[in-house]
């Protein structure tokens, strides 16, 4: 059964830091391209951050210098770090893990809150 995890999310206030992480089971991790995503209420839900099965990485134009993410693959997990915390980025991070070989494979966190609030 696949699993994926999130903690560290919670109210912080603008300026503030928060590193969220995202532990997983029941696939073979070092293979699965692993992301992070969030939603705001009323809007559509955006890719944050991306890092490949080869460690590359893709951020959101607005998160670029702010938000770092990595993996440890000894440990499955994800995280993204998130500092210089802004009320806009106020939404629900959830951890995706995607993977394509003779079929796609997609999996998803139930989610985590951040709120970026003074």
């Known amino acids: 059964q696949v699993q994926l995890v999130e903690s560290g999310g919670g109210l912080v206030q603008p300026g503030g830091s928060l590193t969220l992480s995202c532990a997983a089971s029941g696939i073979s991790f070092k293979i699965y391209h692993m992301g992070w995503y969030r939603q705001a209420p009323g809007k559509q839900r955006e890719l944050v951050a991306q890092?490949?099965?080869?460690?590359?990485?893709t951020y959101l134009d607005s998160v670029k210098g702010r938000f770092t993410i990595s993996r440890d693959n000894a440990k499955e997990t994800v995280y993204l770090q998130m500092n210089s915390l802004k009320p806009e980025d106020t939404a629900v991070y959830s951890c995706?893990?995607?993977?394509?070989?003779?079929?796609?494979?997609?999996?998803w966190g139930r989610g985590t809150q951040v709120t970026v609030s003074s």
């Open positions: 995706n893990a995607n993977w394509t070989g003779s079929s796609e494979y997609v999996f």
């Open positions: 890092i490949t099965s080869r460690y590359s990485t």
